[in-house]
């Protein structure tokens, strides 16, 4: 639920009181072709997604006469754990979705997988990331008849298959994809099979993975171990895999250009247990955590991670640096969905909801404090604080990420520019805002150099990281063009 409580005059906040100081990758998907109890194993694998996307969720199922959909605003856990929704989404084959909204409105005709009946046949689709062109070809989709469902950019892709001229529903499909810039992991169900693809440059992740005779595709590796299924490959940058009864069939109907996958799974998006692109998520950020340790070392009693995501860049910097890794600061993990704050006082003391200095080792203690990333600055200010509350002679803080000084549009959640505090202010200043001793971040090459590469090439970088840098791999028709947000309901953000 959001918004006001009528009855008690009271703000609800979603989630947790640091949610508008993270990026947040937007969505996650899994599909499954070939099982007996198709949408439980796409629920189970959802709910391994969930930090993918928080605000709502559904699941589109197959069998073999019709289609079943059940999507709610929420999370997997009580909205797909009774037994009648899942007898409701009969079938072998289904997809699924988790969703925090990057484009649209929060609604319930926003919510994926998004279904519509084609000429031919049914046609769901579950999409993780953003078309950066979408409202430039809603508008002349508009313009030639189509009427839309939704304000998510998702149904773009749709009506692109629905009006193709090509003859056969994968050409209709990859006409649509030839249509559309940005990012795009997909996964699609229809009558004849399961289609999965990844955009050209493999920005957003998609993987393959087997479970007895099925095939199933996910965000992330770690919705397969869940599952109990075996994983069989990253699905590559601009390849498009076809599962159906004659088979599984991989195409590549994109010219070849060099992949550019999302460096911040690495940093912050992905579960540590996941594999990302044939690497290991935990051990690239103790990586991270040793390259911090290597090019901006100080003296001090202990290594704190912030929970949980600094966690393992934490012990990459301890381990790196010889300074003991103590857990300084407390996580609750009973914080519920929602929590009624019923004034600015109460709200103030939101920070101690989710997290809690262990002042009894704190106490007259230097500090380095590792988080994966600054994005506004509020939550660094706040923790720093608590620490310095509990006693904490120094407190040193280290950033496993370069400064985040951009806008992300391939599907994360990214605070407008002016309100970003990497985009406003140098280290020095940063470090003054939030009350440090001192601030420092890992370079960029470290950043690479912890991916296993020697640096970063200038000329044609191995991954996106414009949130970084700036250099955005697609052209960003919509933003550029500057158009207004209104069909799309577009985060304002988005168009700083």
Known sequence: MRGNLASMGEKMLTTHPFDDDKLREECGVFGIWGADTASAVVALGLHALQHRGQEAAGITSWDGRAFHSHRAQGHVAGNFDKDDII???????????VRYSTTGETALRNVQPLFAELSSGGFAVAHNGNISNAMKVRRELNQRGSIFQSTSDTEVII???ATSTYRTLLDKFIDALKHVEGAYSLVCLTSEGMIACRDPLGIRPLVMGRLGDAYIFASETVALDVVGATYIRSVEPGELIIV?????KSHRPFADVRPRPCIFEHVYFARPDSIVDGSSVYSVRKRIGAELAIENPVEADYVVPVPD???PAAIGYAQQSGIPFELGIIRSHYVGRTFIQPGDQVRHLGVKLKHNANSALIQGRSIVLIDDSIV???TSLKIVQMLRDAGAREVHMRIASPPTRHSCFYGVDTPERAKLLA???NVAEMADYINADSLAFLSIDGLYRALGEDLREEAQPQHCDACFTGDYPTRLTDHEEHEPADQLALLAERYA
């Open 87 to 97: 007898r409701s989404l009969a079938g072998q084959a289904a997809i699924g979705h």
């Open 159 to 161: 009506h692109l298959v």
């Open 244 to 248: 159906s009864e004659r088979g599984v």
């Open 309 to 311: 995501s600094g966690v």
């Open 376 to 378: 506004r600055g509020t």
């Open 423 to 425: 985009a406003q202010m």
